[in-house]
């Protein structure tokens, strides 16, 4: 059994997988670069290892330092959280080596599965729809023009193994050769920076579509659990910033069929642990897979919320050999989430805002229908070497409109002080009549004037 985790992560996630760790008896090591000395899971932790200087490539995305910890430490397994290495297939297979426990799926699949058209190729075998393009990489701007003949304009230029909304470019017209070219090129050249590969490949672009994902976790004896679908939709630059579940749009029949794209795809696969699969939701009310997330999600509290199942928990069981202790039927969507990611930045601009904070008071969680993920305090510095979100606001509700009520209670009572936060956006979206319809799409924030 699984006795202590090293978390190869920063930010409010480590918080997170050590309050899991303490209700299963796990003990657990962290790691923390300069720029999170002050980080409040450090006292958390059994263990706290310095890294090294605050840049990532020097300390989260240093490979061998993690590693040199693992041994150090004696952890028998490694969570990695989400971002920076939790979906490299090298730093997993080194984890292995090591003789620790990857908690995670297996180094192999990450590594096919960084291939987002090995993903479409899975999918599209597996009578799964995909969004109409390629499901190779195109090799220059003329096969581009080549398949957006054939499907329409506008296309979405993708980075095969880009991530995080990174490597996306839309292009709506053929009036310049040039500027397609320009795009092309750079993105190749961000691919190969920031992903080893510029590989491209091509696909219509779906109009003003829902943002739809399906949780799941798999065990090793082929058991597939879906635990309710997400609606991402409210979302800038491709980044998402509040998520729900149930979706406002998906019926009970459309719940149906998402979950058997899901087992299609997961059983194909031969993914274990958790995961997500995201679907793009057309207009027509057409599904097309979009992409497999094979790690925990930031908004993965939201499914948490509605379903009373401890995601990570799974996933540490899982990886254990354990089977998933219950079935599809035992699970049910019970009330309803919201998930506010709030950021430092400016709450019009969206500009990252990097400061410290003075003062920092929180909403009350005392009644059961809130929750806080954080790693911050009076003092805390946020630098801008990392992802600008410094906490996560989860509100449940009996019903929509009762969790939106109780996230807006939560969202004014949180104070800080010292930096600009985004806390002031989503007061205002949960306020906008179209979203309280439900009636919105990925385009929401601009549609609404707030870009």
């Known amino acids: 059994m699984i006795k202590k985790i090293l978390i190869a992560n920063r930010g409010e996630i480590v918080s997170r997988v050590i309050r899991t760790c303490k209700k299963m008896d796990i003990r657990t090591v962290v790691v923390y670069s300069d720029a999170d000395m002050d980080a409040t899971y450090i006292s958390e932790a059994d263990e706290a290892y310095h890294i090294g200087p605050s840049a990532p490539i020097k ?22 959280g989400y971002g920076f290495l939790s979906e490299s297939a090298d730093f997993a297979k080194e984890v292995a080596k090591t003789g620790a426990i990857w908690i995670g799926p297996e180094p192999e699949f990450l590594e096919d599965i960084e291939s987002k058209c090995y993903c479409r190729q899975i999918a599209e075998k597996n009578g799964v729809p995909i969004t109409p393009g390629t499901t190779a990489p195109v090799s220059n701007v003329e096969e581009v023009y080549a398949v957006a003949s054939e499907i329409g304009l506008p296309v979405l230029l993708k980075l095969d ?3 995080g909304g990174k490597g996306i470019e839309k292009i709506s017209s053929f009036e310049s050769e040039e500027l397609t070219e320009s795009i092309f090129l750079n993105m190749k050249k961000i691919g190969e920076m920031a992903f080893a590969s510029g590989d491209i490949y091509v696909e219509k672009a779906v109009l003003n579509p829902r943002h739809i994902e399906v949780q799941f976790i798999s065990d090793k004896t082929g058991n597939v659990v879906c635990l309710g679908e997400r609606d991402c939709s409210i979302q800038r630059r491709y980044q998402k910033m509040i998520e729900e579940s149930p979706s406002p749009i998906v019926t009970e029949k459309d719940r149906e069929k998402l979950y058997d794209y899901t087992r299609k795809l997961v059983r194909a696969m031969k993914y274990t642990g958790a995961g997500t699969v995201e679907m793009l939701r057309a207009g027509n009310g057409e599904y097309y897979f979009m992409e497999i997330n094979a790690r925990l999600q930031v908004e993965h509290p939201v499914s948490e919320f509605v379903t009373g199942i401890d995601i990570v928990e799974q996933q540490i069981r899982i990886a254990d050999g354990l089977p998933i202790p ?25 500009t990252p805002m990097p400061g410290s904070i003075t003062r920092v008071s929180f909403p009350d969680t005392s009644g059961g ?17 990392y992802d600008s979100m410094i906490f996560k606001l989860i509100a ?8 939106v009520e109780n996230m807006k209670t939560a969202l004014n009572q949180f104070e800080i002080e010292g930096v600009a936060t985004t806390v002031a956006t989503d007061l205002k979206i949960l306020e906008n009549e179209h979203f309280l319809s439900g009636k919105f799409s990925t385009s929401f924030l601009k549609d609404e004037n707030f870009i």
């Open 59 to 80: 300390s989260y995305l240093n490979k061998d330092v993690i590693i040199d910890v693992i041994k150090k430490s004696g952890a028998d397994a490694v969570h990695p």
């Open 326 to 350: 219950f079935t599809q039927e035992d699970i049910s969507i019970k009330g309803h989430a919201i998930e506010c990611r709030v950021n430092a930045e400016d709450p019009v601009s969206f």
């Open 396 to 403: 449940w509700g009996s019903d929509r409109n009762d969790c």
């Open 161 to 163: 193994k880009g991530g």
């Open 369 to 385: 229908n809130i929750r806080i993920e954080h790693a911050i305090c009076d003092g805390y510095k946020i630098t801008p070497y």
